[in-house]
């Protein structure tokens, strides 16, 4: 044991516990440390092979019995020691920095082998290591506890101590080499000095696998590789500059050397590690911030200068004024005014003495435009002659209760004539804000006397605008009304500012003619527009109000509210053409304009929005012509209507445009809409006005394209009946192969066999059509399917080669009175008819004209009554027997029903 004075010791590299590591128990005596011991012999370096390292037995100290070894002042110095209180002999402390170590060899080695910059180097060694300067104030408080703590109690207050500083997050890892690993390090240098490199650089090489953290063989490294591979010498000088950041300098040339190489941000990383070792070097940040500024990071440079006013102290005034003003006008024009007022704090609580009648003007406005009221009042107090006193808040409490210390009444309040005018309004706005009418009162007055409004107009709107902000609207007429009749300040915004207190007090005639000044002097100015229209629409001039908002498609930037408003204003009055131009120049900001009938195709067969638009894009290219409409009104984003707004605007134009006969623009509407991505939620309505809109045009090529898609998704009676609406009016046969094919895929009867028999009926295949009436009667009878048989059995009796005409005509005889019967009494106007064509076809002319006066003579039902023009037979049934009598010679009586029936 006696050789452990007079040998080296050393701590095995990826051990837990230093020499220095102490640890206290409650007892009188000291728990066992384990250290180890190298033999002097043994380090002989020209004969050790470097990658290999043999340990020695460990030593053991015993316990040591006489507590007098130890003196008080030894024992002072542990408690007090913070090193020496981190308990580090833990499982979990040891797997902790295995695992800090592990990652610091692979962040290494990935920097080294190129795969990371050093920027992202330097942040991800930062996540686990603390590498910042500690802040020396934050420092020397902490010290200051832990003293406290150690003289109360002693050394159990110690241990509690250190148990709080192991739950530290960030723990500064070690940089020093245990002592073996030194002499190892010195052999290195020695090596390189020599001559030998090739030894040294593998030697440093261990040292490195040892302990990641050290920075003296990435030093050594450094100047090995710094003649014949530069770029490699200076990864390994930055990582040596890392490891080691207190050196400002070092961190300097390093910068230096990044910036002959090209990398600017590497540089920018220099200066910010260097800043962080010297922060109150203004030459770094004036350096950084240039570099940051080349590379377009403002944003960065602004916010080191902010961290600069941070560090600077009172001693450094000159800097701190220079600084603040410079940021507070940066963050002011960027409309950051939380980040101007901390700069400018900075300067006010540092620096006191510097401040000037300058400063204390952009302290208050930044506090006023931040609603910082009552510490406005103190600035001005206390760097102005104005005086305040406040009410004694006690007996206010008691007397008031809603008055609390937050809100003090102002008491007295004196305002000299020496203080600034800017003061002065500042002055007067904070009292408004805070609703100290009383002493506004006094003090406006000789406000609006001895400020000229020529000169200093900026201050009477800003006072105005505050009163306004209370609605204060007359005591804002007061300072308004100057402005208006001056020269230099008669301007749009003064005039807006007038026209709206004249809406405040409810006097709609001034403010209509301030608006129009507004109007007058800045045309553009759409705010102003809408208001304007707004009053005419309330004296019912709605006229006037569209010619307020009419803009121009060629030349201005159009605002899609001000081209809505309008719009609906022109429905309101009746102006239709004017209505559907304005309502489409609304659309076209979403809606495509079709430019003929032949893009309607390329609409019908795509499903999606998307589709349709690639198609329609594709259609164009393959006519020569673009895609985007030449010189197309452009919009702004802002003020967008409503999408259920807008819908509804669009409806209406579909209603109108089809109530107004307008059938093609109907249709142009309709399927312009399937091009709108805003509309897509609405692609179902949309499509089904489409196809209404086919109907209405007598459009049955692109109708039928819609209506197939759709009795392919609802299969409903009403889907159905649009498509037979399509199919009569059809001039081809696609139908037909449509239907044929969904046969196949129908089991038993339904509308579409219906459907089907009718093709037949129409083209003449007469038996083929029969069959399917008759099996669609036996599984369902109706009156439809009976005269529809009938009307089948007429027309095979009425063929000129038919066999058995007498019997098919008792069939289709005795099928017209089943139909009649199953019609009722609420049908006979529509049987008699039916049934009288019958035998007019038939030639029975006797029956005919029976069944023709009996249409006459019976009442149609209520339902037909009610749309006479659609439902009603008079005039069918009076002129059919006009041709008969006609034809019979009777051409009086032929008359006669002419001009009782059908004469308007």
């Known amino acids: 044991m006696a050789e452990t004075t007079s040998t080296p010791m050393c701590v095995e590299p990826h051990d837990s516990t230093s020499e220095n590591d102490v640890i206290m128990e409650s007892g009188t005596s000291l728990a066992p440390v384990i250290i180890e011991e190298l033999d002097q012999n043994t380090i002989t370096w020209m ?154 650089s593998k030697m440093c090489m261990e040292i490195i696998r040892q302990v990641p953290s050290a920075p003296e063989p990435f030093h050594t490294l450094s100047m090995i590789y710094e003649n014949d591979q530069p770029e490699k010498s200076l990864q390994f000088a930055l990582i040596a500059a890392h490891l080691s950041p207190r050196d400002a300098d070092q961190w300097i040339k390093l910068a230096a050397l990044s910036m002959e190489s090209g990398n600017i941000r590497q540089t920018i990383t220099c200066f910010t590690k260097a800043i962080q070792a010297s922060p109150k070097d203004i030459n770094l940040y004036k350096q950084r911030a240039k570099l940051q500024n080349q590379i377009g990071d403002k944003k960065g440079a602004l916010k080191g200068y902010m961290k600069l006013l941070h560090h600077l102290g009172p001693e450094d005034g000159a800097n701190i004024l220079k600084y603040a003003k410079s940021l507070a006008k940066h963050f002011m024009q960027e409309n950051n005014n939380e980040q101007a007022l901390e700069a400018m704090d900075q300067l006010f609580t540092k620096c006191p ?43 206010i409490i008691e007397d008031e209760g809603s008055v609390t210390k937050e809100n003090p009444i102002i008491e007295s309040c004196e305002l000299p004539n020496d203080v600034v005018m800017d003061l002065k309004a500042k002055f007067l706005i904070t009292l408004v804000e805070l609703n100290e009418t009383k002493w506004t009162d006094i003090f406006l007055p000789r406000f609006l006397t001895e400020v000229d409004p020529e000169v200093s107009g900026d201050l009477f709107l800003d006072l105005a605008e505050a009163f306004m902000g209370k609605k204060k609207f007359h005591k804002a007429l007061q300072l308004l009304e100057p402005l208006i009749e001056s020269k230099n300040f008669s301007l749009a915004a003064v005039w807006l500012r007038h026209a709206e207190c004249w809406v405040g007090c409810k006097n709609l005639k001034r403010a209509v003619n301030s608006y129009e000044m507004v109007r007058e002097l800045s045309p553009q100015h759409l705010g102003a527009r809408l208001e304007l229209a707004k009053l005419y629409k309330l004296r019912g001039q709605f006229n006037k109000a569209i ?72 259609y164009r290219l393959s006519r020569g012509e673009t895609f985007e409409d030449e010189n197309a009104p452009c919009f702004r984003e802002e003020n967008q ?25 109907f249709q142009r509407l309709a399927f312009g809409a399937m091009t709108s991505k805003r509309f897509e939620k ?54 037909n192969r449509f239907i044929m094919r969904l046969l196949g895929r129908v089991e038993g009867f339904s509308y579409l066999h219906l459907l ?115 439902l009603d037979l008079t005039r069918e049934a009076a002129f059919n027997l006009h041709l008969i009598y006609l034809d019979s010679g009777n051409e009086d009586l032929a008359r006669m029903y002419l001009e009782e029936y059908i004469t308007v």
């Open 47 to 200: 004969d050790v092979d470097m990658t290999e390292f043999v340990e020695a037995e460990a030593l053991e100290i015993q316990e040591i019995g006489d507590n007098n070894m130890i003196n008080s002042e030894q024992k002072d110095a542990m408690v007090t020691s913070t090193e020496n209180l981190i308990p580090e002999s833990t499982d979990d402390q040891e797997e902790s920095d295995r695992f800090h170590v592990d990652e610091e060899d692979r962040l290494t080695k990935q920097f080294l082998n190129g795969e990371l910059t050093f920027s992202e180097y330097s942040l991800r060694m930062d996540e686990g290591i603390e590498t910042e300067i500690p802040d020396i104030e934050s420092n020397r408080k902490a010290f200051e506890t832990e003293l406290v703590a150690s003289k109360k109690i002693g050394q159990k207050k110690a241990q509690k101590t250190s148990n709080t500083l192991q739950q530290r997050p960030n723990r500064r890892k070690k940089r020093t080499l245990p002592t073996a690993l030194q002499g190892l390090m010195g052999e290195a240098n020695l090596r390189f000095a020599r001559g030998e490199v090739s030894l040294a």
């Open 353 to 395: 003495d510097l401040i000037t009648l300058e400063e204390v003007n952009v302290m208050t406005e930044l506090l006023i435009a931040l609603k910082q009221f009552h510490k406005c009042l103190d600035i001005l107090t206390r760097y102005t002659t104005i005086k305040i006193t406040y009410k004694d808040q006690s007996s």
């Open 547 to 618: 010619e307020v908002l009419k803009q121009d498609p060629e030349t201005d930037l159009l605002d899609p509210g001000v081209v809505y408003q309008r719009t609906v204003l022109l429905l309101k009055v009746k102006r239709y053409n004017e209505y559907f131009q304005s309502g489409m120049l609304l659309l076209s900001r979403h809606c495509v304009s079709l430019r003929s009938k032949a893009e309607l195709i390329t609409l019908t067969k795509a499903t999606g929005v998307k589709q349709r638009l690639d198609a329609l894009q594709l």
């Open 641 to 665: 209507p409503s999408l259920r707004n807008e819908f509804s605007l669009y409806l209406q134009m579909c209603q109108l445009a089809c109530k107004k006969k307008r059938q093609g623009l």
């Open 682 to 735: 609405k692609s179902s309505h949309i499509t089904f006005l489409c196809l209404i809109s086919c109907i209405h045009n007598n459009d049955s090529y692109h109708g039928y394209n819609i209506v197939r898609e759709l009795v392919r998704v609802c299969r409903r009676s009403n889907s159905w009946n649009l498509m037979n609406i399509i199919i009569q009016r059809a001039e081809d046969c696609r139908h």
């Open 756 to 870: 089907h028999a009718n093709n037949c009926l129409v083209s003449g295949t007469y038996k083929y059509a029969l069959n399917d009436y008759v099996s669609l009667f036996k599984v369902e009878p109706s009156a439809l399917l009976a005269l529809l048989i009938a009307v089948t059995l007429l027309q095979m009796a009425c063929q000129r080669f038919s066999v058995q005409k007498n019997q098919l005509v008792i069939q289709a005889l005795a099928f017209l009175t089943k139909y009649s019967q199953m019609r009722g009494k609420g049908g006979e106007h529509e049987t008699s008819y039916n049934t009288a064509r019958a035998f007019h076809q038939l030639g029975l002319l006797p029956a005919a004209i029976h069944h023709y006066k009996l249409v006459l003579e019976t009442p149609p039902p209520i339902l037909v009554s009610q749309k006479p023009h659609l």
